[in-house]
C-alpha cells in the first residue's frame, strides 16, 4: 500500500495569503493519479483537483496542483475566508487506495 | 449528475455487524464504481474497498480484509457496505462515493474497455456509526 505523508500538519495564514501544501508517496504514484480534496466539519469531502493538476469542476482557479512520482504539492494562490479547512490527497493508482493524514489551513 | 443517499446514523455494540446503504439516483447505476469511505474522529479519510456493478468485481483494503463485504443491487440501484466484529475503534462516518466517469467504455470498433481509475466526485451525505457498550 502506498503511504501519502503531507506537510505541514497546521499552516497558520492569513486570508489573501498564498498556502502551500505538500504531499509525498512512499512510492511513486502511476500516471500521476493523485487528487486533492477540501473537508469542512460535519461534511463530505469535496474534490478539487485530479490527475495531479486538472481542476475539478466548479473549482476556482486559485486552486492548483502540480506535482508527479512521489512528490505532490496543492497551491491556493490566494486565500479565501472559505478556504480555511482540511486538505487530504489521496492516491488512486494502486490497487489499494489511500489518503493522506490531512493538513490544516486555519486562520492566523 | 449521480446523486447517492445513504441510510441512517446508528449504535452498534462492540462484536456486532452494521450494514449501511447507499442508493443512487440520476444516472446509470452500472456505469459507475462505487467505493466506501470512513473517517474517524480526528483522523483523515480511510478507503474500505470498492465494487463495479457492470464488472462484478469488489475489491477491499487490506486492513479490512475478512470484516468488510460490499455488495450491489441493481434492481434498486444500491449498494451495501457490511462491516462486522465491530470494535470501538471503527466509529466513524461512513461515506459511499462515485468516481468522475465511468467505469467503462466502448471503442470505435465496440471493443468495452474498463476505464482507468479515476477521484471521487460525488459523495453521500455519510452515515455515523458508533459503537459503544
Known amino acids: 500500500e502506498i503511504v501519502l505523508t503531507q506537510s505541514p500538519g497546521t499552516l497558520s495564514l492569513s486570508p489573501g495569503e498564498r498556502a502551500i501544501l505538500s504531499c509525498r508517496a512512499s512510492q511513486s504514484v502511476s500516471s500521476s493519479y493523485l487528487a486533492w480534496y477540501q473537508v469542512k466539519p460535519g461534511q463530505a469531502p469535496r474534490l478539487l483537483i485530479y490527475g495531479s493538476s486538472s481542476r475539478a469542476t466548479g473549482v476556482p482557479d486559485r486552486f492548483s496542483g502540480s506535482g508527479s512520482g512521489t512528490g505532490f504539492t496543492l497551491t491556493i494562490s490566494r486565500l479565501e475566508p472559505e478556504d480555511f479547512a482540511v486538505y487530504y490527497c489521496q492516491q488512486y493508482g494502486d490497487l489499494y487506495l489511500s489518503f493522506g493524514q490531512g493538513t490544516k489551513v486555519e486562520i492566523k | 449528475q449521480v446523486q447517492l443517499e445513504q441510510s441512517g446514523a446508528g449504535v452498534k455494540k462492540p462484536g456486532s455487524s452494521v450494514k449501511v446503504s447507499c442508493k443512487a439516483s440520476g444516472g446509470t447505476f452500472n456505469s459507475y464504481s462505487f467505493s466506501w469511505v470512513r473517517q474517524a474522529p480526528g483522523q483523515g479519510p480511510e478507503w474500505m474497498g470498492g465494487i463495479i456493478p457492470f464488472f462484478g468485481t469488489v475489491n477491499y483494503a487490506q486492513s479490512f480484509q475478512g470484516r468488510v463485504s460490499i455488495t450491489a443491487d441493481e434492481s434498486t440501484s444500491t449498494v451495501y457496505m457490511d462491516l462486522t466484529s465491530l470494535r470501538s475503534e471503527d466509529t466513524a462516518v461512513y461515506y459511499c462515493?462515485?468516481?468522475?466517469?465511468?467505469?467503462?467504455?466502448?471503442?470505435?470498433?465496440?471493443?468495452?474497455?474498463?476505464?482507468?481509475?479515476?477521484?471521487?466526485?460525488?459523495w453521500g451525505q455519510g452515515t455515523k456509526v458508533t459503537v459503544s457498550s
Open positions: 462515493a462515485t468516481e468522475r466517469r465511468s467505469a467503462y467504455w466502448y471503442d470505435g470498433s465496440g471493443y468495452l474497455h474498463k476505464a482507468a481509475p479515476d477521484a471521487f466526485d460525488v
